[in-house]
């Protein structure tokens, strides 16, 4: 059975129906109805722990807080200080038997800081945790449930105190193992386009591994780290230190993020890594030069890739602590009515922007290089706060919603689905132009992207352009294409 989260009195009210509309014409004709009277009232739910006043009262700007905390009159009533209301989505239909959760209802919160031309807001999509059911009674639509086991009491299990955790282990191998199964555009192929080297990962020592040297004709299966590199890295391939590499080193003695990359690569059963620091030989302009252009070879040829999301250095681990409790979904049972339909049931409350607010956090996020990186891999585990992210082109997922996020399109990433996943040949995709359509997205999000090298601008997304060249035989010149080279240079400069 699935537990219940605590909620104050003004909430539960909120989601049995029992609220007065709002006091304003202007809000109650829009819907809304009365939330927390006062400041005083937000705050001390907050500190009981109410799911819902606790995320917006930490969400309240700090000055705003420290005046709210401070103020001996804020026990008064302010007409509608909070308010809230339930939403359908318009683009949804409810006339017919939903198979699938949909975005059926939302929940919209406002608040204000006592001034009325200043108010934020939170919106909540409630994702049935049953499947849900429309049927006409005496002219009344009537929302029912059935078990799901999609939305069932496993997608919202406890989970460990850190990302370390044997539970977090085990679902990145579920998450791997799942894609490798049943997403046909990332089963295993044969390929010869291996990384010229990778990091054999062994019980005590890792050995730098030259693979055309050492015969490895097939696929080598082997994941990748992306990181964020320090201004001075304690350990880098060197022409003098490849001969040390190779004979072998002991793996306590590499920086912490790399032990805990190599600790995920051998759980998912993976007998290789690629790291750039250890794979490209960091005082070879002519070796650096080659490895960079090639960057398609190691992340899009990959198993699956993991972001350090969270860690500042490689001296950073890649594990982070974390409150099991910041993870799990709120869950409340619902008695009200949206518009003429009663809604009954209950209800896992996903906050809109929390993928999205956790996917920014990510230290990689602005980083030029790691942004290729990501896009690039066919898999990518991103190791955030406060939990793991799984992103591939089928599917995104995370601890809270471990079988699927019930809203990608909240969830907005760029992908080269296009590219990778497309059956078409060269003019098929050349004539659908969704190619060049997608490069564009990715040119914009690159543009916004921090290098610490200016000269790196192009060749940081020279895998990229490689990539989308090899599946679309077009003419690239420094990010843009010859298909629609009139369209990209139709630009001006901001006032």
């Given at each position: 059975m699935?537990?219940?989260?605590?909620?104050?009195?003004?909430?539960?009210?909120?989601?049995?129906?029992n609220s007065l509309p709002c006091q304003r014409d202007i809000l109650k004709n829009a819907g809304y109805r009365l939330h927390q009277t006062s400041p005083t009232h937000f705050r001390a739910a907050a500190l009981q722990?109410?799911?819902i006043c606790s995320q917006n009262w930490?969400?309240?700007?700090?000055?705003?807080?420290l005046r709210w905390e401070k103020e001996e009159d804020n026990t008064r009533n302010d007409v509608d200080f909070m308010r809230y209301r339930f939403v359908r989505n318009t683009h949804e239909t409810v006339t017919e038997t939903?198979?699938?959760?949909?975005?059926?209802?939302?929940?919209?919160?406002l608040w204000n800081n006592m001034d009325p031309l200043k108010s934020w807001s939170t919106f909540y999509h409630l994702v049935p945790t049953q499947r849900l059911e429309i049927t006409a009674v005496d002219d009344q639509l009537i929302a029912s449930f059935r078990s799901d086991q999609t939305f069932s009491g496993s997608s919202f299990l406890n989970h460990g105190s850190s990302t370390s955790s044997l539970r977090s282990l085990q679902l990145i191998k579920e998450w791997c193992s799942d894609c490798e199964k049943n997403h046909d555009a990332y089963r295993m192929k044969s390929t010869d386009d291996v990384p010229t080297r990778l990091i054999e990962i062994g019980t005590t020592e890792w050995r730098l591994c030259h693979t055309a040297k050492e015969a490895c004709t097939e696929r080598v299966k082997f994941v990748a780290l992306s990181y964020r590199w320090p201004k001075v890295p304690s350990i880098r391939l060197l022409k003098s230190t490849e001969p040390i590499f190779r004979r072998g080193q002991q793996i306590f003695a590499l920086p912490q993020l790399f032990q805990d990359a190599m600790e995920v690569a051998v759980y998912l059963g993976v007998r290789y890594i690629w790291l750039g620091a250890l794979c490209i030989i960091q005082d070879s302009l002519d070796d650096w030069s080659y490895e960079s252009a090639r960057m398609t070879n190691v992340y899009a040829n990959s198993y699956c890739t993991i972001a350090a999301a969270a860690s500042a250095d490689?001296?950073?681990s890649l594990f982070k602590e974390r409150s099991p409790e910041d993870i799990l979904s709120?869950?409340?049972?619902?008695?009200?009515?949206?518009?003429?339909?009663?809604?009954?049931?209950?209800?896992?409350?996903?906050?809109?922007?929390?993928?999205?607010?956790?996917?920014?956090?990510?230290?990689?996020?602005l980083r030029g290089w790691c942004f290729q990186e990501r896009i690039l891999a066919p898999r990518t585990i991103h190791f955030a706060t406060p939990q793991l992210l799984w992103e591939c082109d089928a599917i995104l997922q995370n601890e809270t919603f471990r079988n699927k996020f019930p809203y990608p399109r909240l969830a907005p990433t760029i992908r080269a689905s296009s590219i990778r996943q497309s059956d078409q040949n060269e003019s098929g995709i050349l004539a659908s132009g969704i190619a060049f359509k997608e490069w564009a997205n990715i040119?914009?999000?690159?543009?916004?992207?921090?290098?610490?090298e200016a000269n790196d601008k192009l060749v940081a997304i020279s895998g990229l352009a490689s990539l989308y060249h090899k599946r679309t035989n077009d003419t690239y010149?420094?990010?843009?294409?010859?298909?629609?080279l009139l369209d990209y240079l139709l630009w001006m400069s901001a006032p």
């Open positions: 699935i537990k219940l989260s605590k909620l104050c009195s003004t909430c539960g009210d909120m989601f049995n129906g722990k109410c799911f930490a969400k309240v700007p700090e000055p705003y807080r939903v198979t699938e959760p949909t975005e059926f209802l939302a929940l919209e919160i490689p001296n950073d709120g869950i409340a049972e619902c008695n009200t009515t949206q518009g003429n339909v009663p809604v009954i049931g209950t209800f896992a409350i996903l906050e809109r922007d929390s993928w999205h607010r956790e996917f920014e956090a990510s230290v990689l996020q040119v914009e999000s690159y543009s916004r992207c921090a290098l610490t010149f420094a990010g843009i294409w010859q298909y629609n």
